[in-house]
């Protein structure tokens, strides 16, 4: 039996995962609530997890994994999948396109610890100009890494907030020049001014699209964008 906060703040991260596929911040979990503080919603998450309802994921930008409704809660969940099966789409589905695939490895406890060193900010909103500097390191294991030079950003902006990039999480950025259509990269435009996008190739042009619809698509001849990197998972620090 859950607590009444309980049962609310499982079908708030709930609804968050489904609309989003990214597990809502602590600030927004407090603000749903309305709590003072955020070591109120560390309990409530303890309590869920010690319950079988919820479960951590470490170094994933869906920190966050339902593992189970309650039975009232299930029940409609599975209505509601089935309602929109049969209009042709998917509760679960929803944004689906615009989740960063395959950017968040399983990973093994055992593996090696490495430290991937921050190299700045990035925007991901209006392009403004890289802040270069040594900010510290992370932690990651190896095998959610792979093979490469890595270093790491911090995120400045809400232009990928559907692809579940935040204002403030920390992203992996592996260094290559080379890039499929459709990753997330680090462009550089005009030797000036770098942004967080998806590139894609559009004839001769390249575009840096958003994940945002209140941000435009830019287009720009191949001279005049260099890829820095693409990114390869991201870290969210609650």
Known sequence: MLTPKQHELLMFINERIRERGVSPSFDE????????????IHRLIKALEARGFLRRLPYRARALEVLRLPVAAASKSTSDDRDASAHGTSAHDVSRDDIVQGSFPSTS????????????????????????????????????????EHYALEVKGDSMINAGILDGDTIIIKRTETVNNGDIVVAFIDDEEATLKRL???G??????????????RIFSPER???????????RHY
């Open 200 to 202: 894609r190739r559009k």
């Open 204 to 217: 001769t042009t390249l575009a840096l699209e958003p994940a945002n619809p209140a941000y435009e698509t």
């Open 29 to 40: 979990m407090r603000e749903a609530l309305q709590l003072r503080s955020k070591s109120g």
């Open 225 to 235: 964008v260099k890829i820095q990197g693409k990114m390869v998972n991201l870290m």
């Open 109 to 148: 406890s055992t593996a090696p610890i490495v430290e991937v060193q921050i190299m700045g900010r990035i925007a991901a909103g209006t392009p403004v100009e890289v802040i270069q500097q040594n900010m510290g390191s992370v932690e990651m294991p190896a095998d959610a890494l792979g093979s490469g």
